[in-house]
């Protein structure tokens, strides 16, 4: 779920410079269809068989990963003579122990990436082969389902090298409330158009619900990410630079100098000093007490059917309110699959992704785990908990937003049956930004990308978690990205994003 999310998480950008690795191609083979739609992908029995390493972030690691992996090594062997070791990372350790794996040149044969996760700052370290040729090779079920924008959205150099999940591409800003407090003290929800119509709310919860958080605040998703996410701006990937929508042309500025980022930081200290929030919103990283139905109500990127999809994943129901609609183009990037250059075959990985995007058993496997154990089947399209299972207890859960073509999952009973149709809708129908297609390419500027990111990673969580006074500490925080170089970040961008225009209107 996490959705990624429009991220505010910084990255750091690798120690060192990412060495190539050795790469054994596998053999050509003659493309085949198999018996369900892993058409790119080569007939298993030319080929050498192959462990794949898949790296991804994850919650809490789940106790059954290992049978599921089994189960999906069965498949895999069948279909591509392949195996897979599945590495997932815990949210609140990924920066880290990603980085390490990247600069000792770990073997990583698929990757977890997006724009807010160092996707542009990991193509020019040359950490992510390009895709391009592989694509027209053995993605055939990726082409099929992403349509030319999305996939182009993706380009850094002319490039692609990274493949979206095929899901909501837009998302709407607003909030998840938990239902039964809504229900126990009749808010009407449908009035709340900006964040001060939650105030009485959240002073309700205060005075009467002791044991409760009336606004949970996590690392990267508080309440002033309204600043850096509303229909004001489009980050053009990493915040570093980003473009005004509000501006008649193609205008990049900095988020943290705007009266918006500022007006909202204010907002939320004013929470933070009522004690509408969590005093650890700056530093918590997971989803805690609002999953433990002991939040009221958080900050959340939203879609159709969020808050079912979120009540089953957290077990407690919850009720979604939008309020800000964001472009298109902030999440063109916004969860990703990348092939890291230590991957000894490419070719392999690019097979595996092309079955995510056309192969219905094994996505739901990756995705949901062992059919009979982890869930059951309602009919072809509906799954629900076994009995005596419920989402807290399950043995195996992943997060569908990230992989492969979504609109090939199952739901849950409580999802609506339309939900696929209304992301279609809801992508066609969204406000598309001006820079719709457009990457940001770091590579030129990689020492300062470096220390800007170090720049926020000191200042901005405590500022947008209302910790500290915006009066003083938005100006220190401004003067310090100066000091490391935004205003040339953003000039280069500023360069790149009127060439790109320039040859998008050809």
């Known amino acids: 779920m996490k959705k990624v999310f429009v991220m505010t998480t910084v990255i750091l950008t690798l120690s060192a410079v990412l060495a190539g690795c050795s790469s054994s191609a596998t053999k050509e083979n003659t493309p085949q269809s198999t018996s369900e739609s892993t058409k790119g992908n080569a007939s298993s029995s030319k080929l050498d068989p192959y462990k794949l390493t898949i790296v991804y ?21 069948d279909k591509i003579n392949a195996t897979v070791e599945l590495k997932p990372i815990e949210w609140g350790t990924w920066i880290e122990k990603t980085n390490l794996m990247m600069a000792t040149n770990e073997q990583m044969d698929v990757m977890m990436t997006a724009g807010g996760l160092g996707y542009s700052q990991n193509v020019a370290k040359g950490a992510f082969l390009p895709l391009d040729e592989l694509i027209a090779k053995y993605g055939g079920d990726v082409t099929k389902a992403l349509q030319p924008q999305f996939l182009d959205g993706t380009r850094i150099g002319g490039k692609i090298y990274g493949l979206p999940t095929n899901k909501e591409f837009a998302s709407v800003d607003g909030v998840l409330f938990n239902k039964a407090l ?63 929508r509000s501006s008649k042309e193609l205008k990049v500025v900095d988020i943290f100098e705007s009266k918006v980022f500022m007006d909202y930081a204010k907002l939320a200290r004013k929470w933070y000093q009522a004690k509408f929030m969590n005093l650890d919103a700056a530093t918590v990283k997971d989803f805690g007490a609002m999953q433990a139905g002991k939040a009221f ?32 183009t902030l999440n ?31 996505l739901n496997l990756f995705d949901f785990g062992v059919e009979g154990t982890h869930y059951v089947k309602k009919d072809e399209t509906t799954i629900d908990f076994p009995a005596g299972v419920d989402a807290a207890s399950v043995g195996y859960k992943n997060e569908p937003w990230m992989w492969g073509n979504q609109m090939l999952t199952y739901l849950f009973p409580n999802e609506d049956p339309k939900k696929w149709e209304k992301f279609k809708t809801f992508n066609e129908t969204a406000d598309k930004s001006p820079a719709l297609g457009f990457a ?22 405590a500022i947008m978690s209302g910790s500290v006074d915006p009066d003083v500490y938005i100006p220190k925080m401004v003067a310090a990205l100066k000091s490391a170089g935004i205003d040339k970040i953003i000039a280069e961008k500023q360069k790149q994003l009127n060439e790109w225009s320039t040859t998008a209107k050809k």
Do not use: H
Not at 335 to 342: E, G, Q
């Open 57 to 77: 972030a994850t919650g809490a690691v789940p106790k059954d990963l290992k049978a599921v992996q089994d189960k999906m090594n069965a498949y895999l062997t």
């Open 440 to 461: 940001w390419n770091s590579e030129s500027l990689t020492q300062e990308v470096a220390a800007s990111n170090s720049v926020l990673k000191q200042y901005q969580q």
């Open 332 to 362: 063109t990037t916004g969860i990703m699959t990348a092939i890291p250059k230590t991957s000894k075959d490419p070719n392999r990985a690019m097979m595996f992704l092309n079955m995510l995007y056309g192969d219905k058993t094994l």
């Open 182 to 244: 809504v229900d126990k003290y009749k808010f009407d929800i449908s009035k709340v158009n900006k964040l001060e119509d939650l105030e009485p709310m959240l002073q309700t919860i205060k005075d009467n619900e002791p044991d409760i958080v009336p606004f949970f605040g996590q690392e990267g998703r508080q309440m002033s990410n309204f600043a850096i996410s509303s229909s004001s701006f489009d980050n053009l990937g990493d915040y570093l630079g980003a473009l005004d």
């Open 297 to 328: 109500a958080m900050y959340s990127e939203l879609k159709p059917g969020k808050d079912a999809e979120m009540s089953s994943a957290w077990g407690v129901k919850v009720v979604q309110k939008e309020m800000v609609n964001t472009p298109i």
